[in-house]
């Protein structure tokens, strides 16, 4: 059973079951002006377009373009200058949430924590060890 909902794109409340974001009528709407931009591309001058001329050309709006590329019913491999913003710093991708750069700085980022960590265990290790002394002196 689904959960009631206001759709983000006209207001209106709809049964969200988790297949669409948006109300039946909007679903509807954007299945159209997805076709539109499908029959756009479909062309071969205009494979390599950009988001900002699909959107000059169409008149859909960048958002559904990010949205349609983020789940791959809009293919970069077919269309290679589609993507969308890198949730972290906003350049396009075209896969995954981050960009490389960002994906970069986060493993880094990473790298240098667990190295801190194994480094703050080992001193707490030594610190906890056992000494001997010599009783026998000469």
Known sequence: MGELKNCPSCGEFFNYTG????????AMNEEKLYE?????LRKRENRAATVERIVEATGVEESLLHK??????LQPAMFPNLGYPCDNCGKITQSGK?????S???KS??????AAKEFREKV???E???????????
């Open 109 to 114: 980022g990473l790298r240098q924590f667990d």
């Open 104 to 106: 970069d700085e986060l």
């Open 19 to 26: 297949l669409r974001e948006v109300c039946n009528n909007c």
């Open 36 to 40: 539109t931009v499908y029959r756009f």
């Open 68 to 73: 349609w590329v983020r789940k791959n019913r």
């Open 124 to 126: 707490s290790q030594q």
């Open 98 to 102: 981050l960009c490389i750069k960002c």
């Open 128 to 138: 906890t060890g056992t000494y001997y002394s010599d009783s026998k002196k000469k």
